[in-house]
């Protein structure tokens, strides 16, 4: 026998040994059986000939016969006495290490199944009995009573007491089959009528099968099933494994993302669905009764601005600075805040940025308009939209390049979002990137952006997208929008970037812009608007020594009660406004001296002057605004020229 094989021989003899202990491997890490280990804290190792065993976390450590020593608790002089002349093969001292008890609707114990350390691992008596085995006693479900007792909660469903056991430490009901894979009998599906259920899914073929057989005998029953799936972890892993190693919250996380809703398997007589079954093409509606479905929040990037779990949209005409906001956005969205208008200032959690787009330079625009805005370069990922696609053929390798398109490379977006912590995706122009399909088809449309609101639901994640309008100004807001009516009608909050226009009395100021309130199908109607500055600056990047002239935003503190659909129609009227009336209440409101510009708007408009007709009278009046303090301690003013 060669050395290598030598040294692949021995380390299979220790794995097997450290298994049979209740060890969890995975490469080179294990999880100590010999201690309450959460974490890998032990190793293999290669030792000159052979390969050891180090745990760091309990100190025990050393070969094969080491370890089989430890687990029988003998003195290892008579484990390698007994190996000699036997290729190191002993008996290894069987121990129950755990009782299940299996009891029925009411909570009395019908039978135990023990577990031990070594083969057969599993055995079923009945309560008191001193043998093995249960005869013809009803086999039934685990945790049948906490089953049958569960109102409107989900059900997980997994393989094994083990891996049960572990979920309802940590607060969930969970069940299984007794005596392994493959075993359920269609006498369960009763107890699962109406319920949502999760089946964790062993990672090898047999767990594979099991889950497949379970999830054709409850489609249909219950209200509604999803399959969690270990697929890119090693072969045989299971629940257990994952919240041994990982922890319970990352299993949450890792459920709601990689859980595949199951929409049933071809026809089958469902008593015999024991036995294999091949999964067809099955068109089903996506259907939930209402007592399976649980309220919650809407979830908010930016407070009643931005929402999480589905399509923003910022638009308005070209060159007005829907791009600059949403860099402002996108900068505070990595460091976790604060918001423009939270006058607490607070601080959230700091999340990743994606932004894919056709029209800005990611070295000349983007990212120094980043970095200017104070951004975290490090959780910001810029794309040209370009995918990139290699070929192998033996040793040679082709490659090519093509334009993303949403339905063909929605994989890749997921992918991205899911690996590096994404809080914000940014489409610049969300229209760009359908491939073939009509911008102008409201099918087409909505059949894209269905699949971008999957994505922002499963996964979290904010979708800002940004449109330009159409030539048509004098339109409604649902036809401004370039395309398709779907363009404004699927994202649930939109916001129009502007410019004062002509008419406004802060129509003089170039830099000044609005954030109106477009369309909001989540929140009142009265959000308010808020105004920014285009600011010019120079922003340094030190990793390459180069500074760069660019612009930012800095936004204002006086907000605007009016919508887009209020503010235009105010400049498009031909109602002469009461200018002279709201001049005589501003007067009569500063002529005692300066006050506060909120406090004023807010008394104005009281009165019902609107935000376009109060400042046509400050104009009218000559009065000035004036800013108090430094930072956030600064205040605005408006007062009468001398």
């Given at each position: ?162 891996c049960c056991d572990i979920l309802v430490k940590h607060g969930k009901i969970a069940t299984c089959n007794p005596f392994g894979s493959k075993k359920w009998k269609s006498e369960y599906n009763q107890f699962f009528k109406g319920k949502r259920v999760f089946i964790c899914e062993d990672n090898d073929p047999p767990g594979r099968d099991h ?5 054709v005998n409850l489609w249909g029953i219950a209200a509604k099933i999803q399959i969690i799936h270990f697929y890119d972890m090693p072969e045989g892993y299971d629940v257990y494994d994952f919240i041994t190693d990982k922890g319970f919250p990352e299993f949450q996380r890792y459920a709601k993302l990689n859980a595949e809703t199951y929409n ?379």
């Open positions: 026998m060669t050395t290598v094989s030598k040294l692949k021989q021995d380390r299979e003899l220790l794995e097997h040994e450290l298994k049979q202990a209740g060890a969890v491997i995975t490469g080179d890490s294990v999880r100590c059986p010999f201690h309450d280990d959460t974490n890998p804290s032990g190793g293999i190792y290669q030792n000159g000939n052979g390969w050891k065993y180090k745990c760091h976390g309990c100190g025990f450590g050393g070969d094969l016969f080491d370890v089989r020593a430890k687990v029988q608790g003998v003195d290892v002089r008579s484990i390698l006495k007994d190996a000699n002349g036997n290729n190191g093969a002993t008996k290894v001292k069987r121990k129950r290490i755990a009782i299940h008890d299996y009891k029925d609707e009411k909570g009395e114990i019908v039978y135990h199944i023990d577990r031990f350390n070594y083969e057969p691992k599993c055995q079923p008596r009945l309560p008191g009995a001193k043998t093995y085995g249960i005869g013809r006693t009803k086999r039934i479900l685990y945790n049948l009573d906490k089953l049958v007792a569960s109102d409107g909660e989900s059900i997980l469903i997994a393989e094994g007491e083990k889950s497949k057989q379970v999830a049933g398997l071809q026809a089958e007589d469902k008593e015999t669905s024991q036995a294999d079954t091949k999964p067809a093409t099955v068109e089903t509606l996506d259907i939930l009764r209402g007592d399976s479905i649980h309220i919650k929040p809407v979830d908010w990037l930016w407070g009643e601005r931005i929402l999480r779990g589905g399509i923003n949209l910022l638009v308005g005409r070209q060159n007005q600075g829907k791009s600059l906001a949403a860099v402002d956005i996108a900068a505070r969205t990595t460091k976790g805040g604060p918001w423009p208008d939270d006058e607490q200032q607070r601080q959230g959690d700091p999340g990743g940025v994606l932004w894919i787009t056709s029209e800005e330079n990611r070295e000349d625009t983007l990212l120094p308009r980043f970095l200017a805005a104070g951004g975290d370069r490090a959780k910001l990922f810029l794309s040209n939209a370009i995918v990139k696609t290699e070929y192998s053929d033996g040793d040679k390798t082709t490659s090519s390049i093509r334009g993303l398109v949403y339905d063909k490379h929605i994989h890749l977006l997921e992918k991205h979002v899911s690996e590096n912590n994404i809080s914000l995706l940014v489409l610049d122009t969300l229209n760009s990137f359908i491939g073939d399909r009509s911008g102008n088809s409201d099918s087409d449309v909505r059949g894209v952006l269905s699949l971008l609101n999957q994505m922002a639901e499963k996964y979290d994640v904010a979708i800002l997208g940004i449109n330009h309008f159409n030539k048509n100004s004098a339109a409604p807001n649902a036809d401004r929008v370039t395309g398709s009516r779907a363009w404004s009608a699927a994202p649930r909050m939109i916001w129009e970037i502007c410019r004062p226009e002509p008419g406004n009395p802060e129509s003089d100021d170039p830099l000044l812009r609005y954030m109106l309130l477009f369309k909001s199908n989540v929140t009142a109607q009265e959000n308010r608007g808020l105004k920014f500055h285009i600011c010019p600056t120079y922003v340094r990047d030190d990793q390459n020594d180069t500074s760069v002239e660019i612009v930012s935003v800095e936004w204002l503190p006086e907000a605007i009660q009016e919508t887009s659909d209020q503010y235009h129609y105010q400049l498009s009227s031909k109602a002469a406004p009461k200018t002279e009336d709201a001049a005589s209440d501003l007067y009569n409101l500063l002529k005692d001296g300066p006050r506060e510009s909120i406090e004023v708007e807010g008394m104005m408009k009281d009165i019902g002057h609107t935000h376009y007709v109060i400042h046509q009278a400050k104009k009218k009046l000559g009065a000035v605004s004036k800013k108090k303090g430094f930072g956030k301690e600064s205040v605005n003013y408006w007062e009468l020229k001398g």
